[in-house]
């Protein structure tokens, strides 16, 4: 049974960080692309962040690029969104997804960006 765990996010201030893991089984984690999505409220879920299998290549959004880095961890099985200079356009529930076949998501983790 594939699951996605997500954890890591809360209340930060405008200009903080956190840092988002996400526990992956189920599945050869090794073999598959990984990726970060997020949906703020009354807006569609958007791709944030995305880190292939087996290159380790990445692939950011426009709004995130040199704030936002994904990582992945095989020997763990996991994949971390570190993210910098949050703002408050940032806030949003984020979600990690993969596709071993068929689409599987997190239940997601709230991120608020707030003074």
């Known amino acids: 049974q594939v699951q996605l765990v997500e954890s890591g996010g809360g209340l930060v201030q405008p200009g903080g960080s956190l840092r988002l893991s996400c526990a992956a089984s189920?599945?050869?984690?090794?073999?598959?692309?990984m990726s970060w999505y997020r949906q703020a409220p009354g807006k569609e879920r958007e791709l944030v962040a995305r880190?292939?299998?087996?290159?380790?290549?990445?692939r950011y959004a426009d709004s995130v690029k040199g704030r936002f880095t994904i990582s992945r961890d095989n020997a763990k099985n996991t994949v971390s969104l570190f993210m910098n200079s949050l703002q408050p356009e940032d806030t949003a529930v984020y979600y990690c997804?993969?596709?071993?076949?068929?689409?599987?998501w997190g239940q997601g983790t709230q991120v608020t960006v707030s003074s």
């Open positions: 189920g599945f050869t984690f090794s073999m598959y692309t």
């Open positions: 997804y993969a596709y071993p076949g068929h689409d599987a």
């Open positions: 880190i292939t299998a087996p290159s380790g290549s990445t």
